[in-house]
């Protein structure tokens, strides 16, 4: 007799390497969801409820894009608005339901609900698949409770590690258990729009350019779209996937040489990683103001210098720029990122979280591992070996912006 599954979607929201779509039984008709659950846009420490406009754009173009490529394999894309567990159980109950397949997510929402609907369907068969990472928790030479306190050690144990293969797309899907119209094709209007087109599309174009052979030598640079590989955003939604980009540099490697600056990109594709292992071991502590660790920051909330360092208005010039250009564009190199977090924290002062919780709402790359685990390292109570990290704002400003170039750019509001 031919099954019922469901297929949730959450952080790999793409057709290439995803695993996923293997773990779908053969003699199976597939129901395709994603849910928004109002939890995930709720900023306890901001009092806000919503996402930046940026971060939303590119989510719904990811989504977008993603139901147009499951249509063309006769599928579909059911989008439900409403709490995890509560819209999973009125799935299964809906179209009785056999089996549920979705990603291994850092989320406690998302881990909560899945062990939640076990415990309600005895019967369901659940398959949790790792499609975020570049490892699988079986490939790790340690278990996860032993992980590296720090990322050094963690990057010598797994870097000389053999990579797996990126899965290849489907090309056939069970057919849809209940057929709906298809979303509108996506516009593509920004330089970072959203969806696994526009990210193989731009994978493609930064190794068909010189830009990764000095990547080490520009990735500090302030304000410049080649500096970087820029491909975050797609990482963070996974409309991409991190053994797809390492696929493509070795390819690149190949044909252009290795260098320092080729193997610097994998470099901090393992700190991802790391931040990834991070996040599911420490669990909520990722959250916690002390950190893994019960170090005690030395900060507390001031409404008014918040104010001021979320708007661009602190006695910095650099600072100002960055967070403007933040709140414009949804994106910041990740030097600015720095700066602006060791100025939140040691030149104002203020609870860490509080920044974490306002590049959360911002960025468009936001990443739950890698942005609460950045904080936690900038605040000096997470990974960061010396534990104390305090950028001189002056002497940076001098380094990465002496003709102030980048400052003026964002005396007004501009996009990239
Ligand atoms: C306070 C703070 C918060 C951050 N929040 C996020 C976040 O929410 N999401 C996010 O993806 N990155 C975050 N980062 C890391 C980093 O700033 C961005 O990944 C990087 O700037 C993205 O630009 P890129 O794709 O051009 O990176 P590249 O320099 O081209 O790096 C390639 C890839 O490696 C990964 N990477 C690079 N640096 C880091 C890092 N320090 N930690 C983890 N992964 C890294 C990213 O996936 C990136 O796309 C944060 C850094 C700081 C200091």
């Not at 793409?14 to 779908?24: F, P, T």
């Not at 062990?115 to 949790?128: C, E, G, M, S």
């Not at 990482?235 to 053994?243: D, E, P, Y």
Request: net charge neutral; glycine share 4%; aromatic share 12%.
């Amino acid at each position: 007799m031919s099954q019922s599954s469901l297929l949730w979607f959450t952080n790999s929201l793409r057709l290439d390497d995803n695993s996923l779509y293997n773990a779908v039984s053969e003699d199976t008709k597939l129901h395709c969801i994603y849910i928004y659950d109002q939890r995930t846009e709720l900023f306890f420490h901001l009092g806000e409820k919503h996402l930046s406009p940026h971060r939303a754009r590119f989510l719904e173009q990811t989504i977008s894009t993603l139901d147009q490529q499951l249509s063309s394999l006769g599928q579909c894309l059911h989008r439900i608005n409403g709490d995890y567990l509560e819209s999973l159980t009125h799935q299964v109950q809906q179209y009785s339901i056999d089996k549920i397949v979705t990603s291994r997510h850092v989320g406690g929402y998302e881990q909560q609900a899945i062990k939640a609907i076990a415990k309600r369907f005895p019967h369901l068969q659940i398959a949790v698949v790792e499609t975020a990472t570049i490892f699988q928790e079986s490939q790790l030479p340690f278990v996860l409770s032993d992980l590296d306190k720090s990322f050094t050690p963690f990057r010598k144990r797994v870097e000389d590690l053999v990579i797996d293969q990126p899965v290849t797309a489907p090309t056939s899907l069970p057919p849809p258990i209940h057929k709906i119209s298809l979303s509108k094709p996506v516009e593509l209007k920004a330089s970072f729009n959203g969806g696994e087109v526009a990210a193989l599309q731009h994978l493609e174009t930064y190794f068909n350019s010189t830009a990764p052979l000095t990547y080490k030598e520009t990735r500090n640079v302030l304000d410049d779209w080649q500096s970087s590989t820029k491909l975050s955003p797609w990482l963070a939604v996974g409309a991409i996937s991190a053994r797809r980009v390492i696929a493509r540099l070795s390819e690149y490697e190949l044909q252009n040489g290795a260098n320092e600056s080729t193997y610097w990109i994998k470099f901090e594709l393992l700190w991802r990683e790391y931040f990834q292992w991070y996040a599911l071991h420490w669990g909520d502590r990722l959250y916690a103001f002390k950190g893994p660790h019960n170090r005690n920051p030395l900060t507390s909330y001031d409404a008014e210098r918040f104010r001021a360092w979320r708007e661009g208005h602190t006695p910095y010039p650099i600072i100002n720029a960055a967070m403007k250009q933040l709140k414009a564009t949804g994106y910041i190199s990740n030097r600015a990122r720095q700066l602006v977090a060791s100025c939140l924290v040691h030149e104002l002062a203020i609870d860490w979280r509080y920044g974490a919780e306002y590049f959360e709402q911002q960025l468009l790359d936001f990443d739950i591992a890698s942005n609460w685990g950045n904080w936690q390292y900038l605040a000096g109570v997470g990974a960061d070996p010396r534990g104390h990290r305090q950028f001189n704002l002056e002497k940076q400003t001098q380094i990465h912006d002496p003709k102030h170039r980048f400052i003026k750019s964002w005396d007004g509001n501009k996009g990239f």
